[in-house]
């Protein structure tokens, strides 16, 4: 399992179910390298591995891994840069995973029927 989420200054997680404020292993691209590259912006880049901010202006980003499919020699590591959005694709590989409009409206669409089977009263 590996997740990555955005939460405020108190902690708390930011709105999943109408904004693509999280992605687990299975949602987020992969790039060729092997590497998981997201973007947190308060603007959408059309990038498939952004990560909406919410319009919060600050927060916390977690990154939680558990029961790699082979032991691991090394543990995971993260580091962050920050770039003009106009210069992001500079800074990402060439083989960047892009979505369109759409394709986001799509999955905060699935994302919603997700959230409301998780929490919907018995």
């Known amino acids: 399992y590996i997740g990555f989420s955005l939460g405020n200054m ?19 691209h992969r790039d ?16 498939a591995n952004w990560l909406d901010t919410t319009g919060q202006p600050e927060g916390y980003m977690a990154i939680r891994w558990a029961y790699p499919v082979k032991p691991m020699d090394n543990l995971p590591w993260a580091t962050a840069k920050k770039v003009p959005l106009a210069e992001l694709r ?16 799509q999955q905060i669409a699935i994302r919603q029927e997700h959230v409301q089977r998780r929490y919907r009263q018995h």
């Open 32 to 47: 060729a390298d092997n590497v998981f590259r997201l973007v947190v912006s308060h603007t959408d880049p059309g990038i």
């Open 90 to 105: 500079q800074h990402l590989p060439a083989d960047t995973r892009l979505i369109s409009p759409e394709e986001r409206r």
């Open 10 to 28: 108190w902690g708390e997680s930011l709105d999943f179910a109408n904004y693509q404020s999280s992605l687990g292993g299975l949602q987020a």
